[in-house]
């Protein structure tokens, strides 16, 4: 059997996965992502983890096609790395020449938002063709546009910036990128958890601001864990980011046209919490003719996507 190495570089940790061509991950490892400012010293961190991979595997080395990278940010022309990224140790490091010297083996490199997308499409919820949108949501947002099975990269090598579009321009908050008032800074992982203390703060009895005395933070995933349980503010909070999502949703529909919209990525565990305030607002906001007939669903791969939209690089360029 043939397997090829997908590598989810994400901004907060990257997922490693060893995939069939039937799109199942067999084997995964995960790591932090490297705190250093020595970009040949992080990729040595991705290195030893593809190496750890592989030698807790009993296959051939034949068996082996090829690594292919999902990485946050714009894909250079030359396809051979990225930029502005959310890894930026990584900008502009020549990742596919040097990852394929290390392994003597072929490598292909795509956003990250593309490669989940091409999961989703091939293996996931998207399978049944169509104008396929699928919104990654975690420490960035991503997305990703794939139309009857063909992925597309706009601009930049991809989507563009998408989850950068302007929904709150009189906020306060400023992403990384320089960006005020984008939907980074209102509907991620770190701006729920930004929230949660916040607001959590001024709700002294409130669930989230006793599991920040508890244990000095509040994580997306613990907001998400209260919501689930029926916090009021935690519900609140994932509405709100759902509302968020909804009002970027609907321009994006307007722009694109897509049948389904899947949204994937750590923040969707908070699953209808999440996606019911979406399509109200996409209702409320937009278009009929645009947004009515569109499903906004949960993608299937789970974190999984990520790791076999970039390995599927490798099944279909090769």
């Known amino acids: ?8 570089i994400g901004g907060s940790s990257a997922k490693i996965g060893a995939v069939d061509a039937s799109g199942s991950v067999v084997k995964r490892h995960r790591l932090l992502t490297p705190d250093t400012n020595d970009p040949v010293e992080a990729v040595q961190a991705y290195v030893k983890g593809i190496r750890q991979l592989l030698d807790g595997m009993t296959v051939e080395r034949g068996e082996i096609l090829g690594i292919g990278v999902g990485m946050p940010g714009q894909i250079q022309p030359d396809r051979q790395s990225a930029t502005w990224s959310n890894v930026p140790v990584l900008d502009d490091f020549p990742l596919v020449p040097y ?3 290390q392994f003597d083996m072929a490598v292909c490199l795509d956003n990250d938002a593309t490669v989940a997308a091409i999961a989703e499409a091939y293996f996931g919820s998207g399978k049944e063709g169509g104008r396929l949108l699928v919104i990654t949501v975690g420490t960035g947002i991503g997305v990703g546009f ?3 099975g063909r992925a597309q990269r706009l601009t930049r090598g991809c989507m563009g910036d998408a989850g950068h579009i302007i929904v709150d321009p009189k906020g306060t908050w400023q992403c990384p990128l320089g960006c005020w008032g984008c939907l980074e800074t209102v509907a991620t992982s770190l701006a729920l958890e930004r929230e949660a203390l916040v607001r959590g703060e001024e ?3 409130s669930t989230l601001n006793q599991q920040k005395l508890a244990s000095g933070e509040i994580t997306a995933h613990r907001v998400i864990e209260a ?5 009021a503010l935690a519900c609140d909070l994932i509405r709100n980011m759902g509302v968020w999502l909804g009002l970027a949703a609907t321009s994006w529909c307007h722009i694109y046209g897509p049948d389904l919209i899947l949204v994937g990525g750590g923040v969707s565990a908070a699953g209808e919490l999440l996606l019911e305030p979406m399509r109200s607002t996409m209702k409320k906001t937009g278009m009929v003719s645009y947004v009515d007939a569109v499903a906004v669903e949960l ?3 789970g974190n999984d996507a990520g790791m076999i939209g970039a390995a599927s690089l490798v099944f279909y360029n090769l």
Do not use: P
């Open 146 to 148: 794939v139309v009857d």
């Open 1 to 8: 059997m043939n397997f090829a190495i997908g590598v989810d």
């Open 299 to 301: 993608a299937s791969l």
């Open 227 to 231: 919501a689930h349980a029926g916090d």
């Open 203 to 205: 709700q002294a009895n």
């Open 99 to 101: 990852l394929s010297q």
